[in-house]
Antibody, heavy 118, light 108 residues
Framework: EVQLVESGGGLVQPGGSLRLSCAAS????????MIWVRQAPGKGLEWVSH????????YYADSVKGRFTISRDNAKNSLYLQLNSLRAEDTAVYFC???????????WGQGTLVTVSS | SYVLTQPPSVSVAPGETASITCGGN??????VHWYQQKPGQAPVLVMY???DRPSGIPERFSGSKSGNTATLTISRVEAGDEADYYC???????????FGTGTKVTVL
């Protein structure tokens, strides 16, 4: 059974940092591109970042470029998102998901909530 | 930046047909994928590459594309279809994934 489990969310002050993790199981993680998608409370889905299966190709949404860093460790079947210089508008549930270009995201985690507030 | 526009809401009676549109410039040249999201849950893929249905998704769900609009159609709507629906594409110009604005389907 495919599983993606996010962790690392929590309450952080504006300007602070957080590192999100996504643990993958049930599929060959190293064969899959991965993405992060977020959803602010009561709002729609917003793509955040993409990383290719080898980590060579990385893309970011304009809203997070320069502040967030995506990475992966294929030996640990894990995906990461480093969030720096956090703003109130970064408050959201962050989902990890498999990603293809230009294909769909077949598998999604349940999400982890990041709250940026003083 | 590339924009995908969906109607905010669609209301449909049980047993009727719901059509959810997704408009975007030159969308005919892009592959469109659709997700269903119920409250408090992760999105679930219900249609990919415009009109392919993942295993486990009922045949009542179908997808199409014409002109600058992609459409997700749900036939014989059931109460369990009530959810938010999002379209998605990969925009090669910006190297960004783009989600539509989302449509809330209400079953009357």
């Amino acid at each position: 059974e495919v599983q993606l489990v996010e962790s690392g969310g929590g309450l952080v002050q504006p300007g602070g940092s957080l590192r999100l993790s996504c643990a993958a199981s049930g599929f060959i993680f190293s064969n899959y591109n991965m993405i992060w998608v977020r959803q602010a409370p009561g709002k729609g889905l917003e793509w955040v970042s993409h990383i290719s299966s080898t980590g060579r190709d990385i893309y970011y949404a304009d809203s997070v470029k320069g502040r967030f860093t995506i990475s992966r460790d294929n030996a640990k079947n894990s995906l990461y998102l480093q969030l720096n210089s956090l703003r109130a508008e970064d408050t959201a549930v962050y989902f990890c998901a498999t990603g293809k270009i230009p294909g769909p995201s077949d598998y999604w985690g349940q999400g982890t909530l990041v709250t940026v507030s003083s | 930046s590339y924009v995908l526009t969906q109607p905010p809401s669609v209301s449909v009676a049980p047993g009727e047909t719901a059509s959810i549109t997704c408009g975007g410039n030159n969308i005919r040249s892009k592959s469109v994928h659709w997700y269903q999201q119920k409250p408090g849950q992760a999105p679930v893929l219900v249609m990919y590459y415009d009109s392919d249905r993942p295993s486990g998704i009922p045949e009542r769900f179908s997808g199409s594309k014409s002109g600058n609009t992609a459409t997700l159609t749900i036939s014989r709507v059931e109460a369990g279809d009530e959810a938010d629906y999002y379209c998605q594409v990969w925009d090669s110009n910006s190297e960004h994934y783009v989600f539509g604005t989302g449509t809330k389907v209400t079953v009357l």
